[in-house]
Protein backbone atom coordinates (compact mmCIF):
# COMPACT_ATOMS: atom_id res chain seq x y z
CA UNK A 1 0.00 0.00 0.00
CA UNK A 2 1.16 3.28 -0.85
CA UNK A 3 1.31 6.21 1.93
CA UNK A 4 -0.57 9.35 0.45
CA UNK A 5 1.32 12.54 0.81
CA UNK A 6 -0.83 13.34 3.73
CA UNK A 7 -0.42 10.81 5.71
CA UNK A 8 3.52 10.93 5.16
CA UNK A 9 3.59 14.22 6.44
CA UNK A 10 1.27 13.22 9.71
CA UNK A 11 3.98 10.63 10.49
CA UNK A 12 6.50 12.81 10.47
CA UNK A 13 5.05 15.24 12.79
CA UNK A 14 4.39 12.50 14.53
CA UNK A 15 8.05 11.49 14.96
CA UNK A 16 9.14 15.21 15.17
CA UNK A 17 6.91 15.02 18.34
CA UNK A 18 8.93 13.13 19.83
CA UNK A 19 12.19 14.48 19.00
CA UNK A 20 10.67 17.70 20.52
CA UNK A 21 9.73 16.03 23.93
CA UNK A 22 13.47 14.81 23.80
CA UNK A 23 14.85 18.29 23.23
CA UNK A 24 12.77 19.47 25.88
CA UNK A 25 14.29 16.75 28.02
CA UNK A 26 17.87 16.83 27.35
CA UNK A 27 18.72 20.39 26.50
CA UNK A 28 22.28 19.97 28.54
CA UNK A 29 23.18 16.57 26.67
CA UNK A 30 24.29 16.16 22.97
CA UNK A 31 21.61 17.63 20.59
CA UNK A 32 24.00 17.01 17.52
CA UNK A 33 21.94 16.00 14.22
CA UNK A 34 23.09 12.28 14.00
CA UNK A 35 21.88 11.89 17.91
CA UNK A 36 18.65 13.57 17.60
CA UNK A 37 17.93 11.66 14.07
CA UNK A 38 17.99 8.30 15.86
CA UNK A 39 15.48 9.71 18.07
CA UNK A 40 12.47 9.84 15.14
CA UNK A 41 13.92 6.98 13.29
CA UNK A 42 15.23 8.71 10.22
CA UNK A 43 18.73 9.19 8.40
CA UNK A 44 20.23 12.87 9.50
CA UNK A 45 19.76 13.98 5.78
CA UNK A 46 16.51 13.70 6.11
CA UNK A 47 15.91 14.56 9.69
CA UNK A 48 17.29 18.09 8.88
CA UNK A 49 14.85 18.38 5.90
CA UNK A 50 11.55 17.28 7.58
CA UNK A 51 12.50 19.31 10.96
CA UNK A 52 13.34 22.35 8.89
CA UNK A 53 10.18 21.68 7.16
CA UNK A 54 7.95 21.16 10.59
CA UNK A 55 9.53 24.17 12.07
CA UNK A 56 10.94 26.57 9.75
CA UNK A 57 14.59 26.30 11.39
CA UNK A 58 17.23 24.17 11.79
CA UNK A 59 17.98 21.79 14.31
CA UNK A 60 21.13 23.75 15.18
CA UNK A 61 18.97 27.12 15.23
CA UNK A 62 16.44 25.26 17.24
CA UNK A 63 18.30 23.64 19.78
CA UNK A 64 20.43 26.99 20.28
CA UNK A 65 17.39 28.99 20.43
CA UNK A 66 15.43 26.95 22.89
CA UNK A 67 18.75 26.46 25.36
CA UNK A 68 19.23 30.85 24.82
CA UNK A 69 14.89 31.25 25.76
CA UNK A 70 15.24 28.84 29.04
CA UNK A 71 18.05 30.58 30.26
CA UNK A 72 16.43 33.47 30.13
CA UNK A 73 13.22 31.86 31.45
CA UNK A 74 15.85 31.28 34.18
CA UNK A 75 17.34 34.27 35.22
CA UNK A 76 14.19 35.97 35.36
CA UNK A 77 12.37 33.23 37.45
CA UNK A 78 15.54 32.08 39.53
CA UNK A 79 18.52 32.51 41.85
CA UNK A 80 20.72 31.04 40.04
CA UNK A 81 24.13 32.53 38.39
CA UNK A 82 25.34 32.63 34.53
CA UNK A 83 27.95 30.15 35.15
CA UNK A 84 25.50 27.53 36.30
CA UNK A 85 22.83 28.08 33.90
CA UNK A 86 25.73 27.58 31.42
CA UNK A 87 26.70 24.36 32.69
CA UNK A 88 22.89 23.75 32.87
CA UNK A 89 22.15 24.23 29.19
CA UNK A 90 25.09 22.38 27.87
CA UNK A 91 27.52 25.77 27.21
CA UNK A 92 31.35 24.87 27.24
CA UNK A 93 31.85 27.86 29.73
CA UNK A 94 30.08 31.46 30.30
CA UNK A 95 31.87 33.34 28.12
CA UNK A 96 30.50 30.90 25.44
CA UNK A 97 26.81 31.96 26.71
CA UNK A 98 27.38 35.42 27.29
CA UNK A 99 27.73 35.87 23.63
CA UNK A 100 25.29 33.78 22.08
CA UNK A 101 22.65 35.43 24.49
CA UNK A 102 24.01 38.89 23.68
CA UNK A 103 23.37 37.87 20.01
CA UNK A 104 20.22 36.49 20.26
CA UNK A 105 18.56 39.09 23.04
CA UNK A 106 21.18 42.25 22.46
CA UNK A 107 21.98 42.77 25.92
CA UNK A 108 24.22 40.47 28.25
CA UNK A 109 22.72 37.55 30.82
CA UNK A 110 23.63 40.17 33.32
CA UNK A 111 21.60 43.29 31.74
CA UNK A 112 18.90 41.53 30.99
CA UNK A 113 18.55 40.31 34.86
CA UNK A 114 19.00 43.54 36.13
CA UNK A 115 16.15 45.02 33.78
CA UNK A 116 13.63 44.44 36.15
CA UNK A 117 10.62 45.22 33.45
CA UNK A 118 11.88 42.15 31.78
CA UNK A 119 10.66 39.78 34.88
CA UNK A 120 6.82 40.91 33.44
CA UNK A 121 6.85 42.41 29.92
CA UNK A 122 8.35 41.45 26.57
CA UNK A 123 9.29 45.13 25.62
CA UNK A 124 12.34 45.08 26.86
CA UNK A 125 13.70 42.21 24.69
CA UNK A 126 12.35 43.20 21.64
CA UNK A 127 14.26 46.44 21.49
CA UNK A 128 17.01 44.68 19.85
CA UNK A 129 14.89 43.94 17.02
CA UNK A 130 12.93 46.51 16.37
CA UNK A 131 14.22 49.20 18.13
CA UNK A 132 11.27 49.69 20.55
CA UNK A 133 12.32 52.50 23.69
CA UNK A 134 12.37 50.98 27.31
CA UNK A 135 9.56 52.64 29.58
CA UNK A 136 10.44 54.49 31.80
CA UNK A 137 10.87 53.86 35.82
CA UNK A 138 7.28 55.58 36.27
CA UNK A 139 5.70 54.01 33.62
CA UNK A 140 6.75 50.75 34.24
CA UNK A 141 5.53 50.68 38.15
CA UNK A 142 2.31 52.05 36.81
CA UNK A 143 1.77 49.18 34.91
CA UNK A 144 2.82 47.04 37.79
CA UNK A 145 0.17 48.34 39.63
CA UNK A 146 -2.22 48.46 36.44
CA UNK A 147 -1.65 44.34 36.74
CA UNK A 148 -2.40 44.03 40.43
CA UNK A 149 -5.30 45.80 40.31
CA UNK A 150 -6.53 43.73 37.44
CA UNK A 151 -5.56 40.39 39.36
CA UNK A 152 -7.56 41.81 41.97
CA UNK A 153 -10.57 42.37 40.59
CA UNK A 154 -10.53 39.41 37.83
CA UNK A 155 -8.97 36.65 39.23
CA UNK A 156 -10.12 34.21 42.02
CA UNK A 157 -6.01 32.65 42.96
CA UNK A 158 -5.30 29.42 45.25
CA UNK A 159 -2.19 27.31 45.71
CA UNK A 160 -3.46 24.21 45.04
CA UNK A 161 -1.61 19.98 44.86
CA UNK A 162 -2.52 19.07 41.73
CA UNK A 163 -2.70 15.10 40.71
CA UNK A 164 -0.84 13.96 37.71
CA UNK A 165 -3.07 14.24 34.65
CA UNK A 166 -2.75 12.69 31.34
CA UNK A 167 -3.37 14.14 27.80
CA UNK A 168 -3.44 13.65 24.35
CA UNK A 169 -2.57 16.55 22.18
CA UNK A 170 -1.24 18.50 18.97
CA UNK A 171 1.19 20.51 18.61
CA UNK A 172 0.80 23.88 17.01
CA UNK A 173 3.81 26.15 16.67
CA UNK A 174 2.73 29.71 16.69
CA UNK A 175 -0.51 30.58 18.38
CA UNK A 176 -1.92 30.92 14.46
CA UNK A 177 -2.07 27.20 14.12
CA UNK A 178 -3.29 26.47 17.75
CA UNK A 179 -7.26 26.62 16.18
CA UNK A 180 -6.34 24.16 13.54
CA UNK A 181 -4.49 21.97 16.16
CA UNK A 182 -7.38 21.28 18.62
CA UNK A 183 -9.87 21.13 15.42
CA UNK A 184 -7.53 17.82 14.52
CA UNK A 185 -7.91 16.37 18.23
CA UNK A 186 -11.41 16.85 17.70
CA UNK A 187 -11.35 15.21 14.72
CA UNK A 188 -9.73 12.04 16.21
CA UNK A 189 -11.07 12.17 19.80
CA UNK A 190 -14.60 12.60 19.26
CA UNK A 191 -14.97 8.81 17.10
CA UNK A 192 -13.24 7.40 20.34
CA UNK A 193 -15.71 8.68 22.40
CA UNK A 194 -13.53 10.77 24.67
CA UNK A 195 -15.34 13.92 23.86
CA UNK A 196 -17.99 14.73 26.82
CA UNK A 197 -19.79 17.69 28.50
CA UNK A 198 -17.00 16.93 30.74
CA UNK A 199 -13.89 16.49 29.38
CA UNK A 200 -11.35 19.68 30.06
CA UNK A 201 -9.16 20.90 26.91
CA UNK A 202 -6.48 22.15 28.13
CA UNK A 203 -3.38 24.47 26.24
CA UNK A 204 0.38 23.61 27.22
CA UNK A 205 3.02 26.36 26.51
CA UNK A 206 6.56 24.89 25.63
CA UNK A 207 7.71 28.48 25.06
CA UNK A 208 7.38 31.77 26.90
CA UNK A 209 5.80 34.96 24.93
CA UNK A 210 8.59 36.88 27.28
CA UNK A 211 11.17 35.37 25.71
CA UNK A 212 10.05 34.03 22.09
CA UNK A 213 9.03 35.58 19.13
CA UNK A 214 5.38 34.68 18.92
CA UNK A 215 5.17 32.80 15.81
CA UNK A 216 8.07 29.91 17.13
CA UNK A 217 6.12 29.58 20.43
CA UNK A 218 5.33 25.66 20.67
CA UNK A 219 1.63 24.61 22.25
CA UNK A 220 -0.12 21.57 22.91
CA UNK A 221 -3.42 21.70 22.18
CA UNK A 222 -4.57 18.82 24.13
CA UNK A 223 -7.63 16.97 25.97
CA UNK A 224 -7.99 15.76 29.47
CA UNK A 225 -7.79 11.65 29.39
CA UNK A 226 -9.93 9.64 31.74
CA UNK A 227 -8.61 6.32 29.84
CA UNK A 228 -5.40 4.75 28.31
CA UNK A 229 -5.87 5.58 24.95
CA UNK A 230 -3.41 4.16 21.47
CA UNK A 231 -3.04 7.67 19.92
CA UNK A 232 -1.58 7.58 15.87
CA UNK A 233 -0.82 10.02 13.19
CA UNK A 234 -0.17 13.55 14.75
CA UNK A 235 -1.96 13.01 18.12
CA UNK A 236 0.33 11.84 21.32
CA UNK A 237 -0.01 11.99 24.51
CA UNK A 238 2.07 13.49 27.08
CA UNK A 239 1.70 13.78 31.03
CA UNK A 240 1.24 17.22 33.19
CA UNK A 241 3.43 15.57 36.47
CA UNK A 242 1.26 16.29 40.00
CA UNK A 243 2.53 18.85 41.77
CA UNK A 244 2.01 22.33 43.05
CA UNK A 245 0.49 25.31 41.11
CA UNK A 246 -0.81 28.78 41.17
CA UNK A 247 -3.75 28.73 39.79
CA UNK A 248 -5.70 31.93 38.41
CA UNK A 249 -9.41 31.34 37.89
CA UNK A 250 -10.54 34.03 35.36
CA UNK A 251 -13.80 34.86 32.97
CA UNK A 252 -11.64 36.73 30.35
CA UNK A 253 -12.35 37.77 27.13
CA UNK A 254 -10.07 36.71 24.41
CA UNK A 255 -7.57 39.73 24.38
CA UNK A 256 -7.64 39.36 28.12
CA UNK A 257 -5.07 35.98 28.30
CA UNK A 258 -1.71 38.09 27.92
CA UNK A 259 -2.51 40.65 30.66
CA UNK A 260 -3.96 38.06 32.98
CA UNK A 261 -1.38 35.51 32.59
CA UNK A 262 1.44 38.78 32.76
CA UNK A 263 -0.88 39.61 36.30
CA UNK A 264 -0.62 35.95 37.73
CA UNK A 265 3.38 35.99 37.25
CA UNK A 266 3.51 39.58 39.10
CA UNK A 267 1.28 38.04 41.91
CA UNK A 268 3.53 35.30 41.81
CA UNK A 269 6.76 37.14 42.51
CA UNK A 270 5.27 39.85 44.77
CA UNK A 271 4.19 36.76 46.98
CA UNK A 272 7.81 34.84 46.94
CA UNK A 273 6.70 32.11 44.89
CA UNK A 274 9.01 30.67 42.34
CA UNK A 275 8.13 28.67 39.17
CA UNK A 276 9.40 25.63 38.89
CA UNK A 277 11.20 23.92 35.86
CA UNK A 278 7.21 22.48 34.11
CA UNK A 279 5.07 24.26 31.64
CA UNK A 280 2.50 25.94 32.56
CA UNK A 281 -1.09 25.59 31.10
CA UNK A 282 -4.73 26.62 30.65
CA UNK A 283 -7.57 24.41 31.45
CA UNK A 284 -11.06 25.80 29.71
CA UNK A 285 -14.39 25.23 31.50
CA UNK A 286 -16.48 26.37 28.49
CA UNK A 287 -16.67 27.35 24.98
CA UNK A 288 -16.55 30.53 25.09
CA UNK A 289 -18.68 31.13 21.55
CA UNK A 290 -21.45 29.93 23.71
CA UNK A 291 -20.81 32.63 26.39
CA UNK A 292 -23.10 35.65 26.37
CA UNK A 293 -20.06 37.89 26.55
CA UNK A 294 -18.00 35.42 24.07
CA UNK A 295 -16.00 35.05 27.37
CA UNK A 296 -13.51 32.11 28.52
CA UNK A 297 -13.96 30.14 32.17
CA UNK A 298 -10.47 29.47 31.95
CA UNK A 299 -8.19 27.98 35.04
CA UNK A 300 -4.31 29.98 34.27
CA UNK A 301 -1.90 27.38 36.02
CA UNK A 302 1.43 28.44 36.81
CA UNK A 303 4.12 25.43 38.24
CA UNK A 304 5.52 26.21 41.28
CA UNK A 305 8.43 25.21 43.47
Not at 17 to 30: A, G, P, T
Not at 105 to 128: A, D, H, M
Request: net charge neutral; with cysteine.
Amino acid sequence: MTLTDKEIQTDYKNRINRVFEFIDQNLESDLSLNAVSEIAFFSPFHFHRVFKFVTQETLHEYVKRRRIEKSASDLLHKNITATEIAHKYGFSDNSSYSRAFKKHFGVSPTEFKNQNPNRFSKIRQLKSKNGQEYPDYEKYICVINNLKNWIKMNAKIEIKEMSKMDLAYVSSIGPHNLENAYGKLMQWATPKGLIKDQTKMITVYHDSFKVTESDKVRMSASILLDKAVETNGEVGVTTIEAGKFIVGSFEIGLKEFEKSWTGLFVWMNENGYKKADREPFEIYHNNFNEHPEKKSIVDLCIPIE
